[in-house]
């Protein structure tokens, strides 16, 4: 049985050790806690019972644990220049048996450690079980939500990979508004500067696998609010991104038909 109770505790003390005063680890923080409670309530959605929706919990306040070494060890979250944060957060958890301060039963080992492997690749790897599949899923889609929220209540700069400090000023790289268009994913590996990586990230929509994500976003209105948030000076890029928003709205409307969500 999944004690989550005791799991948030011993994670807040986990947390406790790093520089809360450092923006990056107060963002995981607030960020985990979010992730997680999208976790349970995707589960809930699609009519996991309790232990399951403990477990989706579970991954969820896990899923980031690699980031609080990252920012300590590097003060950055580019996986490519300093670590992949998920396989930091396995070696965090399973090298030293950390995961059985979380969780002291082991049968579900395979499916948190393929869930937290897979939540931050392009996309999931093959061969996992349906289980292991339904919770990748599941923590994929509550991460992603979550990076809307962060966006519009924290500092944008944060989450970033250039040290851009006005983003408004940026202009979009034509590729990625083709790409967008296109309902490619995007790779922040190619992105030329923080403008990019945040289309990158709205371009997140095309990876969502329930309805409840899907609602969790228009529902927000998250999109609409980042664009404006955005605040972008140059005209090229304002216009793009206005069309941005236009076709993300048209494509969940989309999805969510299909879905029989709404009429």
Do not use: W
């Not at 948030?8 to 806690?33: A, C, M, P, W």
């Not at 969510?256 to 709404?262: R, S």
């Amino acid at each position: 049985m999944i004690n989550i109770i005791k799991a948030k505790e011993f994670f807040k003390q986990y947390v406790s050790n790093y520089d809360v005063k450092n923006g990056r680890i107060n963002l995981k923080i607030i960020h985990t806690y979010h992730v997680a409670e999208n976790s349970k309530i995707i589960a809930k959605n699609i009519g996991l019972n309790q232990e399951e929706q403990n477990l989706a919990e579970l991954i969820g306040l896990l899923h980031d644990i690699g980031r609080f070494e990252q920012v300590r060890l590097y003060n950055s979250f580019n996986d490519r220049e300093t670590v992949d944060h998920a396989s930091k957060g396995l070696e965090v958890l399973y090298a030293d048996k950390l995961i059985r301060k979380y969780i002291e039963d082991d049968k579900y080992d395979s499916i948190i450690y393929k869930s937290i492997q897979n939540h931050n690749k392009l996309r999931i790897e093959k061969g996992l079980t349906n289980k292991e599949l339904l919770y990748t899923q599941i923590i994929r889609d509550a991460d992603n939500i979550d990076i809307f929220r962060g966006l519009l209540e924290q500092k944008i700069e944060d989450f970033g990979k250039f040290g851009t400090k006005d983003i408004s000023k940026e202009i979009l790289t034509p590729y990625f508004y083709e790409s967008f268009k296109e309902e490619r994913l995007l790779e922040y590996d190619k992105a030329k500067n923080d403008m990019d990586i945040i289309v990158a990230i709205i371009a997140h929509i095309y990876t969502l696998n329930f309805s409840e994500s899907l609602k969790l976003i228009k529902d927000n209105d998250y999109i609409n609010k980042l664009v404006k948030r955005l605040n972008c000076q140059d005209n090229y890029t304002k216009e793009k991104l206005n069309e941005i928003a236009i076709i993300s709205m048209e494509y969940i409307n989309k999805k969510l038909k299909e879905m029989k969500v709404i009429k």
